[in-house]
């Protein structure tokens, strides 16, 4: 029974953390880009995101990225944003631990990380649409978008191969699912 309670405390900590660290990424290192008329936001929320997802897998990815960008949107008085992001963004996560719990290979994390950028793309699309009530509008969005999925990316690969260098994969996520 201990060591069950102490699991489950674990698991709340990495959760907490992921939100944490999702959190404060979007809200401090971010950048309104001018080409979107809604004012669209590149963050690095998502270099986090894509570490916890990839190395907690699916559960921590979807509690990390729709809680900690929704709380940013929240916060930052976004406030309609908020469920579609909890809803996007979560399913990010998820797809993208969902992916990488089964296969630890740069080309699965190449594959989840372009899932990752489909859905936020084809979810927040269909999110500015509903908002706006315009589906022409949306398409300001994408390269926006685009460039944030991107710009995390060319940053989360070289992480994790070096985190692959130095940790046995094997150990990722042992006993964290």
């Known amino acids: 029974m201990k060591q069950q309670s102490l699991n489950q405390t674990k698991q709340l900590v990495y959760a907490a953390l992921g939100i ?17 008329a809604n004012g669209g936001l590149v963050h690095l929320g998502n270099v986090p995101l894509f570490i916890i997802a990839i190395v907690y897998g699916r559960r921590f990815g ?19 944003w908020a469920p579609f992001t909890l809803v996007i963004v979560g399913l990010m996560g998820y797809t993208i631990g969902a992916i990488c719990e089964k296969h630890r290979t740069l080309s699965a994390y190449v594959l989840a990380l372009t899932a990752a950028c489909l859905i936020k793309v084809v979810g ?13 509008a949306p398409m300001a969005s994408i390269p926006g978008n685009l460039v944030q999925i991107g710009v995390a990316a060319v940053i989360v690969l070289p992480v994790l191969a070096k985190l692959r260098k130095n940790v046995p994969v094997s150990s990722w996520a042992r006993g964290h699912k």
């Open 124 to 136: 927040y699309y269909g999110a500015e649409g509903i908002i706006y009530g315009n589906w022409l």
């Open 62 to 80: 979807a509690l990390a990225g729709g809680i900690g960008m929704a709380l940013f949107d929240v916060v930052g008085g976004w406030f309609l």
């Open 20 to 36: 944490a660290l999702v959190f404060v990424c979007t809200v401090f290192v971010n950048l309104r880009l001018p080409i979107a």
